[in-house]
């Protein structure tokens, strides 16, 4: 069985432009996270999308959006992006209602 | 490519009881990172240890890397219902081709009972 994929693997973009990550969870999981892991941080959570909603956000600005799919595949929207958006990007996915977390390689961003 | 172990895989204790989890990694370990999951609510950060030796607390929880930075363990000193959930070391390490490795171990689930 496929684990969770994340594309793509590595990213370079300038301050202000806009990035898309896509994260395509394990077959069967109706739930999607999103982390962003800057160097030296711990994981700091971003948003959790279950049934194509929306359901919780961390304490990120506006500016960090997204959505999930009908197959319940989900994108990460950056917009505007800042230097300090240079992280590493991670997905997890789980069963609904269920806890078990299972992460995708994630995605590295570079903002130059 | 480095693994973490955590044990136990689940974890049942009397409210104001210690506990100990551990976690213990194939390689050296550069930074190791404790978090508390609770369901939609994604991952909460704990701790950060990188040096050996290192200890770090907060509030009622004490995380340590032992010298060799192979095994770490949280403990949770007079545990309460809000500690329930399941813990994750997490870790960061280099590939054998030498990039940067994030792994995370499987979970130890922790339920406290009143």
């Known amino acids: 069985e496929a684990g969770v994929t994340q594309s793509p693997t590595h990213l370079i973009k300038t301050r202000g432009q806009q990035v898309t990550l896509r994260c395509s969870p394990i077959?069967?999981?109706?739930?999607v996270y999103w982390y962003q892991q800057a160097l030296g941080l711990g994981l700091q959570f971003l948003l959790w999308?279950?049934?194509?909603?929306?359901?919780n956000r961390g304490n990120f600005p506006p500016r960090f959006s997204g959505r999930q799919f009908p197959n319940y595949s989900s994108e990460l929207n950056v917009n505007a992006l800042e230097l300090e958006d240079s992280a590493l990007y991670l997905c997890a996915s789980s069963f609904q209602g269920e806890e078990t977390q299972y992460f995708g390689p994630g995605t590295r961003l570079l903002v130059l | 490519s480095q693994e973490l172990e955590q044990s136990p895989q689940s974890l049942i204790v009397q409210e104001g009881k210690n506990l100990t989890i551990n976690c213990t990694s194939s390689k050296t370990l550069y930074g190791l990172y404790w978090y508390k999951q609770k369901y939609g609510e994604g991952l909460i950060f704990l701790m950060m240890l990188q040096k050996g030796g290192e200890e770090k607390s907060h509030e009622k929880i004490t995380a340590k890397l032992d010298e060799k930075k192979q095994q770490s363990s949280l403990h949770i000193t007079a545990s309460q219902p809000s500690h329930a959930g399941i813990y994750l070391c997490?870790?960061?390490?280099?590939?054998?081709?030498?990039?940067?490795?994030?792994?995370f171990g499987k979970g130890t689930k922790l339920s406290v009972i009143p």
């Open positions: 999308y279950d049934e194509g909603e929306e359901r």
């Open positions: 997490g870790a960061e390490g280099k590939s054998g081709a030498g990039s940067y490795q994030l792994t």
């Open positions: 077959s069967g999981h109706t739930s």
